[in-house]
């Protein structure tokens, strides 16, 4: 699946934590929220790791986004499904968010 941001919300989690919410357009043109946790970036490539849920002291699912078109103000993500830069991104965020989450990949 990939989708154009249709818009960028600041949002502050029950601990103070401010993040960014991202709504995409699905497939099937259902409104998809994910919050930024965290984002890098490797070999030239904006990377995000997001859950879809604000609340940071409920299990929610996680995954990382790769930014591809960026054109004015239009962003294009697209969910990350190479193995190996899976594998390569999951490792460089778990460094970064270290005991901040317990996240498993």
């Not at 709504?23 to 043109?29: A, M, R, Y």
């Not at 879809?52 to 609340?55: G, P, Q, R, V």
């Given at each position: 699946?990939?989708?154009?941001?249709?818009r960028l919300e600041i949002v502050t989690g029950e601990?103070?934590?401010r993040m960014d919410k991202i709504?995409?357009?699905?497939?099937?043109?259902e409104n998809i929220e994910f919050f930024v946790i965290e984002e890098t970036q490797l070999s030239g490539n904006k990377y995000l790791l997001v859950c879809?849920?604000?609340?940071e002291d409920e299990d929610s699912e996680a995954t990382i986004l790769k930014e591809?078109?960026?054109?004015?103000d239009e962003v294009v993500y697209e969910f990350v499904e190479d193995d190996v830069e899976f594998e390569a991104v999951a490792k460089l965020f778990d460094e970064l968010v270290g005991e901040d989450a317990d996240i498993e990949f």
């Open positions: 699946m990939s989708g154009e941001i249709l601990k103070g934590i709504i995409f357009t699905g497939d099937d043109g879809d849920s604000e609340n591809t078109a960026l054109d004015g």
